[in-house]
């Protein structure tokens, strides 16, 4: 199994930065791609952000531009990069661990207010 703890979240000025970060730990090798999520107040979770183990990344478009997905497999740690933040990226960030078969992983989330 992988268990994984998200860190980073936080209260920024509109404008502002910050990074979250998704530490994994287990079963590591099975994890086939990573992705950050996000639940705002009364909206369905949304995916923002994915890079597999190949380094390929995708993004909502409503990031793109703005926030940067990347992972060190060294530090088994998958990072979101995110500037020029906007009050409309409030929410709960989660982590997500993707495999090749069966249920994907997710970590508890990390809130993130954006607000003057």
């Known amino acids: 199994q992988v268990q994984l703890v998200e860190t980073g979240g936080g209260l920024v000025q509109p404008g502002g930065s910050l990074r979250l970060s998704c530490q994994a730990s287990g079963s590591i090798r099975s994890i086939y791609s990573m992705g950050w999520y996000r639940q705002a107040p009364g909206k369905q979770r949304e995916l923002v952000a994915t890079?597999?183990?190949?380094?390929?990344?995708n993004y909502v478009d409503s990031v793109k531009g703005r926030f940067t997905i990347s992972r060190d497999n060294a530090k088994n740690t998958v990072y979101l990069q995110m500037n020029s933040l906007k009050p409309e990226d409030t929410a709960v960030y989660y982590c997500k661990a993707g495999y090749a078969y069966g249920a994907p992983t997710w970590g508890k989330g990390a809130l993130v207010t954006v607000s003057s």
């Open positions: 890079i597999t183990s190949g380094m390929n990344t």
